[in-house]
Nanobody, 119 residues
Framework: QVQLVESGGGLVQPGGSLRLSCAAS????????MGWYRQAPGKQRELVAA???????NYAEFVKGRFTISRDNAKNTVYLQMNSLKPEDTAVYYC?????????????WGQGTQVTVSS
């Protein structure tokens, strides 16, 4: 049973910072890529940032210069450091991982963690 467990969400004031973590566990043969998506009320889920197993990262334009994605391959964990947070960053943030498992390549999602930016 593969699981993605997220942590680190919460309430923060505009201009503040949060760090999200997502750990993958279970019968995992390989991790191709991991990333973060977000979904605000009434909006579609959108990509925030992603990182490959080799460390190559890409970001949505709206977070460039403010968010940093990183990963610890030994811990099967991906992080999202969020700085200079804005009210419009408020959303549920979901971890995503493209994994190699016994049945072949598969896509997994975490349960989501709420990030609220408000004064």
């Amino acid at each position: 049973q593969v699981q993605l467990v997220e942590s680190g969400g919460g309430l923060v004031q505009p201009g503040g910072s949060l760090r999200l973590s997502c750990a993958a566990s279970g019968s995992i043969f390989s991790i191709y890529a991991m990333g973060w998506y977000r979904q605000a009320p009434g909006k579609q889920r959108e990509l925030v940032a992603a990182i490959t197993s080799g460390g190559s990262a890409n970001y949505a334009e709206f977070v460039k210069g403010r968010f940093t994605i990183s990963r610890d391959n030994a811990k099967n964990t991906v992080y999202l450091q969020m700085n200079s947070l804005k009210p419009e960053d408020t959303a549920v943030y979901y971890c995503n991982a493209a994994l190699g498992v016994e049945s072949g390549p598969a896509d997994y999602w975490g349960q989501g963690t709420q990030v609220t930016v408000s004064s």
